[in-house]
Each structure stands twice: as structure tokens, then as C-alpha cells.
């Protein structure tokens, strides 16, 4: 193991998505070529291991015990990889006995009961199996296989092909399992993890098949290749890797603890941002944010809530300063004789938190009252033509932020027209999902493209009051998104229907305010993007140094792993953040 690469590059490496998981295997992958511990030349070699192997086997003959049958000589074409000396290769099915569970039938419930553990694949998790499942009787064992203390369990069909478990008792299990039971019990240990080993798991798999249920019968599963090293090697790795696998165990706790510390610290921010107060506290919270950052922001995730953060800042007077010289809100921006007037900020607050939210020059609306036009689409779904005519919108077409149009029903020329004296869509309007679990996502309409909208589509026509870009990220703030779906009925499908899109709570500023908040939403979220990209590099480019990390150690002595596992904890320890 090279640990001067592994510590220099720990920080980044441990942004991996799959660090310790990898550092797992990684572990395992060395153990089984002989590069976790120093050999020794007094130890008794593997050739004479494999004779007392043969000796048991024999033995069992002689007392008409079950063994395994007869396999062809492994050959040095089939080595996976070169081994130390002193090391030997056989067959699985050399090593033991190789047997595929069976379910007694459950016509009868006198074979089930709590006498021996059945163990199925979902069974088998972490080390050693989960007993407390489904029992087999006494009756029962007759019906299906005894599997002894101290075998190795594989799943060998099916999505968790290649899980591996070390029994510590007597078991039965399904035919989802194969299982071998060593001549010699002490090689139980090493024996699971040639299993868990790279190099076995993609044999298995290559055997398996790659179709819809992959599935290694036994036959073809013990006549894989495992290492046999020297019995004493064997105790030296079995120690060898607990120990670090409880080493990983406790890097997996702290990077966990560090995780869970810096979401807590995230979602307590986000919270008292996004979460109506005054203009002193959104200052102190702002700042405090701020000041947290770096330490906040270290995922993906976290870059979603800042951008819902920055549209809620947006939304509540926080992002921009104010200029006195400004137009005040307008007392009401419709352009329609029919729209009623605002009846006074207080009766639009979206809810007594949000009363002393908003700078003294904004006002509440509802959303009727700064819209030309609320509608949403056809209820009855109009004929569908093979013919390419007029496109026909649902919530599926409606992405966040643009529309998509690769998979698309369409109407006729004719359905259109008498669906367009309902609603016919334009540039500048906004298209909001009203049904279904998308209810809330919405796009703003930039091309002049004739569609049918069905029901599940709403259309927001803006007046001249709310510009539509400023109307868009108040509907996508949580500010609305929590009205949004307080107001949906929820049924077999969720529905926010057309009076409820009119009621939602709007806080509305001049339009020159409203332009100056667009252009700085707009530049944070293309900083979120930024950040987002860097986030992935980063958590690319560990992927990429814990593959050379690993490619090295293949070529490198095992001296210097403990200097390392105890840097590395170090590292760890006082990393930001922890």
C-alpha cells in the first residue's frame, strides 16, 4: 500500500461518492493477492495446507460423510492474478463442500418453525447473517439442506448476486444461495473474503449473464479459482482486515457525523431564511449564512437549498437594496375593469409570520389581481391524430424552467381552434402544473409555438404590474411552493384547482425593483451553477485519485499501512467541519 499517496490525497479522495465503500474493497482486493500483510518464510506453505485439505476429504470418503465430487486440475491459464510463493490456487469446490439451498414446501407449516435459522438473501447484511428471520422445524430440516456452522453463503441469483455471509451456526436457506462448507473450518474467514474479492465478484458475474435475472448455478460457482495461502498467513490477514474494517467502520461514523453536522447547520439556515421574519433578523441570519458558507455548501443538495434560498431572499425585499427614488407598488396592476382591488396589505399576508415581512414599499397581492388571465386546459382530452398538427401540452411537456417537447401527443388544426376560445397560449405567459406530484413546477413561455393545453397545465398571464420573469421566481420561492400545496386537494391525485391558483399570496415591489431583483437572481443562480459543477469535479476527481490510489497499491509493498490508517484519522479528526 502506498500511504504517502493515500494521506496526501485523503481530503479529496473522501469526496468520492463511494469512498469508504471502495476503501473496503479496496482492503479485501489486497488481502487475497498477499499485500496487507508481510509473508513469512518459516510459515508452512500453502501445498501443505492443501494436502491436509485433501487428507479431510478423503476422510469423509472413507466414513461415507458427504463430500464434494470430483473436479478437473485447475490450470496456471485460469489464475486471475499472479500470487506470492508459497500460495496455492484450487477450485471453490476443492475447499469444501458446495451445496444450493432449497424451500421446504409451505403447503406444510409443520416444516417452519424456530429450531435452525432460514436464511434468505435479504438475510445476509454486513459479516454474518441476520437470524431472526423464518425458522425451519425439526420436521422441516429433512425437507430442505443443512448448511453447517462455519460455511460462506453467496446469493447466486438476482439483483444482490454476489452478497456474501460467514455463518456462526447451523443454517438452512433458499435456493437463492450457494454455500460452501470447508474441509477445515479455520479457513472459513479467508475463504468469505476471496469471495467478496473484485476479481471473484466479476467472475461471477461473467458466469452469471447479463440478462433481466442474472443466476451462477453451483456447478459453474465451485469450479471458480480462489488463493490458498499458508494457514498462519491466513490468521495474520483474517486479524489484518478486521482491523481495518473497523477502521473504516469509525471513518464511516465521523464522515457521517460530519455530514449530519453540516446539514443540521444548512437546513437551521435555510429555515430562518426561509421562514418569514423581519428585516433585522433576515440581516443576521443572511450574515450568518454568509460567514458558514464554505462549510455549509459542500454538496449537491446544498446547492439546491441555497438556490431556494436566494429566491426566498428575493421574494421578501432581502436581496437588493431599496431606492427611495422608486415608483411605490402598485395599489393594483391590472389592466381589466373586471379585476377587484387589493383590500389592504394585511388581508393578502399568506400567513401571520409573513405580516412584517416585506419592506415598507411593497405590497401584498393575490395573484387574480396582477393577472390578466388564469385558466388552465382542456378537462376533457381532445382527440388525439397521428399526423404532427398542434402539439398537446400536459404536465410532462412542463420542465422547470423550459418546456419540453420530445414525447408529444398532437391534436388537429381544427381541435385546436375550438380549444384556443378557452386558452390559447403566448409568449410571456406562465405554464404551471396544477395536477398531479409535479403540482408547482413551471416554465415561462419564450417562443411563439401553437399548443393545446390539457388539465393538468395552468396558464398565468401576467399584466403590465408583475414583470413575468419576477412573477416566475415568486411561484418557484417557497413562499409560494408552500401555499401552492396547501391549497391542493389531495386525492387519488393531487389537484390545485383554478379559484386557489387566483387566491395565492403575491408580494409584489415596483417593476423597477422587480427588474433589479430579476438580474441579481439571475447572476446568483448562475453562481449556483458554477458551484454545482465544481461540487461534481470535485467529487469526479476524488472517483478518479482513490482508481490511481488503488491501481498503485496493486504495485506497491504492504509496509506503511498502519502510518497510514493513523494519519488518515488524524486528517479526519481535524478536517474542516468536524
Known amino acids: 500500500m502506498n500511504p504517502e499517496l493515500l494521506v496526501a490525497h485523503f481530503d479529496r479522495i473522501s469526496d468520492a461518492p463511494d469512498a469508504i465503500p471502495r476503501l473496503r474493497q479496496f482492503i479485501l482486493d489486497l488481502a487475497v493477492r498477499g499485500r496487507i500483510v508481510p509473508q513469512n518464510p518459516n510459515d508452512q506453505p500453502g501445498s501443505e495446507l492443501l494436502k491436509r485439505i485433501q487428507a479431510e476429504a478423503r476422510r469423509r470418503k472413507e466414513e461415507n460423510m458427504r463430500q464434494g465430487h470430483c473436479l478437473p486440475r485447475l490450470t ?35 416444516y417452519f418453525g424456530d429450531y435452525i435459522p432460514f436464511v434468505k438473501p435479504a438475510d445476509l447484511t454486513g ?18 439442506r443443512l448448511i453447517p456452522r462455519y460455511s460462506v453463503l453467496m446469493v447466486c441469483i438476482g439483483s444482490s448476486i454476489g452478497k456474501v455471509n460467514v455463518t456462526d451456526r447451523d443454517v438452512c ?41 442474472p443466476i451462477i448455478s453451483k456447478g459453474k460457482w465451485e469450479m471458480l479459482p480462489i488463493p490458498l495461502p499458508p ?14 474494517m473497523a477502521f473504516c467502520d469509525r471513518l464511516e461514523v465521523a464522515k457521517a457525523e460530519r455530514e449530519n453536522q453540516r446539514d443540521r447547520l444548512a437546513a437551521a439556515s435555510h429555515h430562518h431564511l426561509n421562514n418569514g421574519s423581519n428585516a433585522e433578523a433576515f440581516g443576521t441570519h443572511a450574515h450568518f449564512y454568509l460567514n458558514q458558507f464554505a462549510r455549509i455548501t459542500t454538496r449537491p443538495a446544498h446547492i439546491q437549498q441555497l438556490r431556494q434560498t436566494i429566491l426566498n431572499l428575493a421574494v421578501c425585499g432581502q436581496l437588493v437594496p431599496q431606492n427611495i427614488t422608486d415608483e411605490t407598488a402598485p395599489v393594483t396592476g391590472a389592466t381589466s375593469p373586471k379585476l377587484s382591488p387589493v383590500r389592504g396589505r394585511q388581508d393578502n399576508v399568506p400567513d401571520e409570520s409573513w405580516s412584517n415581512a416585506l419592506p415598507r414599499s411593497w405590497k401584498w397581492h393575490r395573484l387574480e389581481t396582477v393577472s390578466g388571465q388564469i385558466t388552465d386546459g382542456e378537462h376533457a382530452t381532445p382527440p388525439r391524430i397521428h399526423e404532427q398538427q398542434v402539439p398537446l401540452v400536459t404536465a410532462k411537456n412542463v420542465r422547470d424552467g423550459s418546456m419540453d417537447y420530445g414525447k408529444t401527443d398532437w391534436v388537429s388544426y381544427e381541435t385546436a381552434a375550438k380549444a384556443w376560445r378557452r386558452c390559447r397560449p403566448s409568449v410571456g405567459d406562465v405554464l404551471l402544473v396544477c395536477v398531479g406530484a409535479t403540482t408547482g413546477r413551471l416554465c415561462v413561455l419564450r417562443e411563439a409555438k401553437d399548443m393545446v393545453l390539457v388539465r393538468s397545465v395552468a396558464l398565468i398571464r401576467p399584466t403590465s404590474a408583475i414583470e413575468v420573469d419576477y412573477l ?98 488524524a486528517e479526519l479528526t481535524n478536517a474542516p467541519g468536524a
Open 173 to 213: 436457506c433458499n435456493q437463492q444461495i450457494n454455500a460452501v462448507t470447508p474441509y477445515l473450518e479455520q479457513l472459513a474467514r479467508f475463504t468469505s473474503f476471496s469471495l467478496k474479492a473484485s476479481y471473484f465478484q466479476n467472475l461471477v458475474r461473467a458466469r452469471a449473464g447479463m440478462g433481466t435475472l
Open 127 to 144: 459479516n454474518n447473517p441476520n437470524y431472526s428471520g423464518e425458522g425451519i422445524s425439526k420436521q422441516g430440516i429433512a425437507h430442505s
Open 76 to 110: 496456471p491459464d485460469e489464475f486471475p492474478f499472479e500470487s506470492p510463493e508459497g500460495w496455492k490456487w484450487l477450485r471453490l469446490g476443492e475447499l469444501g463442500i458446495t451445496q444450493t439451498g432449497t424451500t421446504p414446501s409451505s403447503n406444510n407449516p409443520e
Open 472 to 569: 416566475a421566481l415568486v411561484l418557484r420561492s417557497p413562499l409560494s411552493q408552500k401555499q401552492i400545496w396547501q391549497k391542493v386537494k389531495v386525492t387519488a391525485q393531487p389537484c390545485l384547482y383554478i379559484n386557489r391558483i387566483k387566491s395565492l399570496s403575491i408580494p409584489l415591489p415596483s417593476v423597477t425593483e422587480q427588474r433589479r431583483i430579476i438580474a441579481r437572481v439571475g447572476e446568483l443562480m448562475a453562481l449556483c451553477d458554477r458551484l454545482e459543477a465544481q461540487l461534481t469535479t470535485a467529487q469526479t476527481e476524488g472517483s478518479l485519485l482513490l482508481e490511481s490510489v488503488v491501481h498503485h497499491a496493486f504495485n506497491d509493498s504492504h509496509s506503511g499501512i498502519d502510518d497510514a490508517k493513523n494519519t488518515i484519522v
Open 231 to 244: 494457514l498462519a498467513e491466513q490468521q495474520r490477514i483474517v486479524a489484518k482486515v478486521d482491523e481495518l
